[in-house]
């Protein structure tokens, strides 16, 4: 079965638990964006992605892309369907109406993403730096450079690659050696190898723009001193540019998407941004891939989660545990004509499978309000007119990403894995194809960098370096948008504060022992995002109990809602003691000294 969009659960979460239709509509350029406008669009993208993207997935994973003298073809398939994705508008569903997009909020483009993703991790990735490279280059580039590469992004006439790894620079990118010569001209000649690059080379669109971090000959070592340069795979003249796939990489999984080796030698190119601040231009492309990133984790989660739910509903197997433990206990049974005891059940029936499938969908509903809650607070710090209002969604933004990042992408390939539990042995054979999902959801842990990477981003980057303060804030606004819900669940109120006293406590300890927070990062981060779904869930049942018990029919909302209170957030305990152990131990060891 292929993946199918459902419109109406991502409406809920949009409009019934987030209400950010007012929100977009207070910010100048999305006056126009109501209800019926959103719900149009993605009633679109829904078919779109239903009947163009998802039926080219499984081609995708088994033909592959191909890689002959120099040149890579994707898949059978890929070109019609890319073309119709241009076609259709869809890359420049929110890149301003001036280089061809459509201005549209962010957080809609984010949603139809995770639905792409979910249909076709492969395929998908080739469109995916769209959107980063769009605003890398809206915010850094000269006008000579906008004038003749932005709307060719924004419209996906081109695609666009992120050049960053090299063989022996991939978490530590201060180790970047590609060189970056300065021309009379003003160009840049580009000389070097990075490895891993996805869309490097393809036959999806005539010319690629590659972004290539590298470093000016008066570069200082390390990550201050690299620059970031803009190479055309074509010219501007149309002559052939001096960058080179090598080969491509055989993979896990990922297979629509060819990921390169790529040569450059002496390329002909043009500095994006100022010389050596190659980092912070490149950084507005990896925030926007990052939580595009996160949307993949809950796209593919989905995914996995559909086909697993539909298996289960036709799947027969064993009596219903009742009888077992009826029988175990030699309790009184029904009699031997009992017609329900000779039954054997369907398994979305027995309790071990009802969990796995409730708890996963808890992580997928859980995640989409915090997900879509950081793609409007994205909206919010680029179009609002009060600068205390874009402050405000920046530290939001900045926060929650690299949490989103990993979480998601964890349980995306975890909650696979645990989705192919379902199918038992048919789930490991390929016909059922969800093995394809535990494969492709694997590199999402590893690519946008690491989800240690992540982890060491919002402990040791983000929330050590004012106290604690701007988490103490974010975790404030939680609170509030509780309190102002008139939810004033206890237990999340209570896991708010057990989190700003636990930042507290490793700030204090970090000064003791300054191993220490990178030992309880990925601790740290997971506690995050447990007290974060949470909130989410309180917010969920706040806004399914306003509608009524018609939108809960069959538990959609009830169910996922019970799982995530009994299997997943009791790890919030365990991590959170972990980490003040951790701490503990410092602080206590200074103490005894
Ligand atoms: C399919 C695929 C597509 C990719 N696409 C692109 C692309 O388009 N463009 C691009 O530039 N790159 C791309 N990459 C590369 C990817 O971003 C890197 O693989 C990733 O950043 C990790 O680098 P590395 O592989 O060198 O691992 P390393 O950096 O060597 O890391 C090895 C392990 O050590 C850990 N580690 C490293 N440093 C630290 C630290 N300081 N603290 C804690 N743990 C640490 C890592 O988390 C990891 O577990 C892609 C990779 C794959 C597999």
């Not at 109501?34 to 993208?45: I, T």
């Not at 000779?342 to 499938?357: D, G, K, M, V």
């Not at 998601?408 to 059922?432: I, K, M, N, P, W």
Request: glycine share 8%.
């Amino acid at each position: 079965m292929n993946y199918q969009p459902h419109p109406e659960d991502v409406r809920f979460v949009l409009h019934a638990v987030l209400d950010s239709t007012p929100q977009l509509r207070a910010l100048g350029p999305f006056a126009e964006v109501d209800d019926a406008l959103q719900c149009q669009v993605l009633d679109e993208a829904a078919k779109f992605v239903a009947d163009v993207v998802a039926p080219v997935n499984r081609i995708g994973d088994e033909v592959g892309c191909r890689f002959e003298r120099g040149e890579v073809h994707t898949p059978p398939g890929f070109r019609a369907a890319y073309r119709a994705f241009v076609d259709g508008g869809w890359p420049a569903l929110s890149a301003d109406t001036e280089h061809g997009g459509q201005g549209l909020p962010g957080v809609l483009e984010a949603i139809v993403f995770e639905w792409l993703s979910g249909a076709n991790h492969g395929l998908t990735m080739a469109p995916g730096l769209l959107h980063g490279a769009y605003e890398c280059l809206k915010h850094h580039g000269s006008e000579d450079l906008k004038a003749r590469y932005l709307a060719q992004i924004a419209t996906g006439e081109s695609l666009a690659t992120m050049c960053l790894t090299e063989a022996h620079a991939g978490s530590d990118l201060g180790q970047v050696r590609t060189r970056a010569v300065p021309q009379p001209d003003g160009s840049i000649q580009v000389e070097g190898s990075k490895i891993f690059i996805s869309g490097g080379e393809h036959d999806l669109t005539p010319n690629i723009i590659h972004l290539v971090l590298c470093r000016l000959p008066d570069a200082v070592p390390g990550p201050k001193g690299l620059s970031l340069v803009l190479v055309p795979k074509h010219l501007p003249d149309g002559a052939r540019n001096a960058v080179h796939c090598e080969s491509i990489e055989e993979k896990m999984g990922l297979h629509g998407s060819p990921t390169c080796a790529m040569r450059f030698d002496r390329a002909t190119g043009w500095l994006v941004g100022a010389p050596h601040r190659g980092l912070a231009a490149i950084f507005v492309m990896m925030n926007s891939a990052r939580l595009h990133c996160a949307v993949q984790g809950i796209g593919l989660l989905d995914a996995a989660w559909q086909k697993a739910d539909a298996y289960a509903r036709e799947r027969r197997q064993m009596k219903a545990p009742a009888h077992a433990v009826r029988a175990a206990l030699a309790a009184p049974t029904p009699g031997a004509n009992d017609p329900d005891a000779q039954q054997p059940s369907l398994i979305a029936e027995h309790p071990a499978i009802r969990r796995i499938l409730d708890t996963q969908r808890s992580w997928i509903d859980g995640a989409r309000v915090l997900a879509y809650r950081t793609a409007v607070q994205l909206d919010v710090a680029k179009h609002a007119a009060d600068p205390k209002a874009r402050e405000r969604a920046q530290r939001w933004c900045a926060l929650v990403t690299p949490v989103l990042k990993a979480a998601c992408t964890h349980q995306a390939f975890h909650g696979a894995s645990d989705c192919l539990q379902v199918f038992g042995g048919h789930g490991y054979v390929r016909e059922s194809g969800i093995e394809q999902v535990v494969r492709d959801a694997r590199v999402t842990m590893i690519y946008e960098g690491t989800n240690e990477i992540q982890a060491i981003d919002l402990l040791v980057r983000k929330v050590l370096p004012d106290g604690g303060a701007a988490m103490s804030g974010v975790l404030i606004e939680l609170r509030d948008a509780l309190e102002a819900a008139r939810d004033t669940d206890a237990d999340v109120q209570r896991r708010l504060a057990q989190l700003r006293y636990l930042t507290t406590s490793i700030v204090m300890a970090a000064q003791a022992d300054p191993r220490l927070p990178h030992e309880v990062a990925d601790d740290y981060l997971r506690v995050v995002m447990l007290a974060m779904m949470a909130w989410a869930w309180a917010r969920i049942d706040v806004a399914a109990g306003a509608h009524g018990s018609g939108d809960d029919e069959d538990g959609r909302w009830s169910r996922p809602a019970s799982a995530f209170r009994r299997h997943v957030l009791p790890e919030f305990d365990m991590r959170l003691g972990m980490v003040k152990r951790a701490c503990d131990a410092v602080t206590g060891a200074r103490a005894a000294g």
